[in-house]
């Protein structure tokens, strides 16, 4: 079974310029999340998708970061324009069903964001 | 509001001595409690939950958790180090009884595994 893919990789931007990330979720599962992590801390989650609605953004920057799921299956999550303190590994999982509190998800190996 | 403390930056262990990383949570309601590892340069990779039943947890790798509501702890355990269990450990919770399905995820721990 394929996992989460993400790219790029890496990204090295300067501020105020506007950057994007794409993610693949495992085939099947209707449930996508992008999380932020900051080094030295854990995961905060920036949107939650149920197949192509948004359950979550309560933590997402609306001013500056967007989000979309295709068609309930690829996201791409976009920062316009980006500062300093977005510098963080961006990771996008993916699991079934709703029930995210219960059902474990699996992660992408995460986009590295640096801001100059 | 919920919360989850992983008291310790960084445990070093030897290896073949047993491992602990720490684990507490607050919540309102019934907790479910979840380990993930994150080695590097790659994504985090599930270990073990518990949602509920029995108060000790067997997961991926030889990993265990003992789920204690009393010291409201869920630490991670395993009898025998290995040095590729060397990682970054991160414990997360959800609130039962809350219908915001958000996982609140520790700052994690560094484990570190010496020949």
């Known amino acids: 079974e394929a996992g989460v893919a993400q790219s790029p990789r890496y990204k090295i931007i300067e501020k105020r310029q506007s950057v994007a990330f794409w993610c693949n979720p495992i085939s099947g599962h209707a449930t996508l999340y992008w999380y932020q992590q900051i080094l030295g801390q854990g995961p905060k989650l920036l949107i939650q998708?149920?197949?192509?609605?948004?359950?979550?953004d309560s933590q997402l920057p609306k001013d500056r970061f967007s989000a979309e799921r295709l068609k309930g299956v690829d996201s791409t999550l976009k920062i316009q324009p980006a500062k300093l303190e977005d510098s963080a590994v961006y990771l996008c999982a993916s699991s079934l069903g709703g029930h995210a509190g219960i059902i474990e998800q699996f992660f992408g190996p995460g986009t590295r964001l640096t801001v100059l | 509001a919920q919360s989850v403390a992983q008291p310790e930056d960084q445990v070093n262990v030897a290896e073949g001595n047993p491992l602990t990383v720490k684990c507490t949570y607050s919540?309102?309601?019934?907790?479910?409690l979840f380990w993930y590892v994150q080695y590097p340069n790659r994504g985090l990779q599930f270990l073990l939950k518990?949602?509920?039943?029995d108060n000790l947890v067997k997961g991926s790798y030889g990993f265990e958790a003992e789920f204690n509501k009393s010291q409201t702890s869920f630490h991670l355990k395993k009898p025998s180090a290995l040095v590729s269990d060397s990682a970054l450990y991160f414990c997360?919770?959800?609130?039962?009884?809350?219908?915001?399905?958000?996982?609140?995820w520790g700052a994690g721990t560094k484990l570190i595994i010496k020949p």
């Open positions: 919540v309102s309601g019934n907790p479910y």
């Open positions: 997360a919770v959800r609130d039962g009884e809350d219908s915001n399905y958000q996982l609140i």
């Open positions: 518990y949602i509920t039943g």
């Open positions: 998708f149920q197949n192509n609605g948004v359950v979550d």
